[in-house]
């Protein structure tokens, strides 16, 4: 009788111990490992203005949120942004997107960031509070060069006193955003 007799039981908590397994190898892998080291990082350490943090069973996924710097025309907004990893981190960057409605030189309409560092400057040495603290320093330091969003390029280049009653606009909403 021998196999025959196994009963279905059996094999689903051999199944559910393998899935176990397979999770546990899952979470060691070395983007996972260095998402943890990131996390305790902002934890034990947070840089001012900027917050971030996995989402509930997914290092992979992270939402974070940048607080407008003091004395400029984003004071007082409170910005959220998504953080999507890959197994490639961090030898390749997360693709970082605002949730928040933004009007900004270097971000499109859909949220995606026009920063160098998140691009062709990438380096590994870079972690989620170095990407969230330049991103945070871009909103106060724009290129209007290398445009995103051309309106707010140009804005930002002829008329300056405009540019920042649209920001403050931003920071407005960012107050009764979800």
Not at 30 to 46: C, E, G, I, V, Y
Not at 58 to 77: K, Q
Not at 92 to 100: E, G, L, M
Not at 102 to 127: E, K, R, T, V
Request: glycine share 4%.
């Amino acid at each position: 009788m021998g196999l025959k007799t196994v009963s279905s039981c059996c094999v689903a908590r051999d199944l559910a111990g393998l899935c176990m397994h397979l999770k546990e190898v899952k979470m060691s892998t070395p983007a996972r490992k260095r998402l943890m080291r990131d996390f305790k990082r902002l934890q034990q350490d947070p840089p001012a203005g900027i917050s971030g943090a996995p989402q509930d069973n997914n290092i992979m996924l992270w939402n974070a949120v940048i607080f407008g710097p003091d004395d400029t025309p984003w004071d007082g907004g409170t910005f959220k942004l998504t953080l999507q990893f890959t197994e490639d981190y961090p030898n390749k960057p997360p693709t970082v997107r605002f949730v928040s409605r933004m009007f900004h030189p270097n971000i499109y309409a859909d949220g995606s960031i026009c920063l160098d560092i998140l691009q062709n400057q990438w380096s590994p040495i870079y972690d989620v509070a170095a990407i969230l603290t330049s991103i945070q320093s871009l909103l106060c330091d724009p290129n209007p060069n290398s445009p995103a969003n051309s309106e707010a390029a140009r804005m930002f280049s002829e008329n300056k006193r405009e540019y920042n009653r649209r920001v403050r606009e931003i920071v407005e909403q960012s107050w009764t955003a979800d």
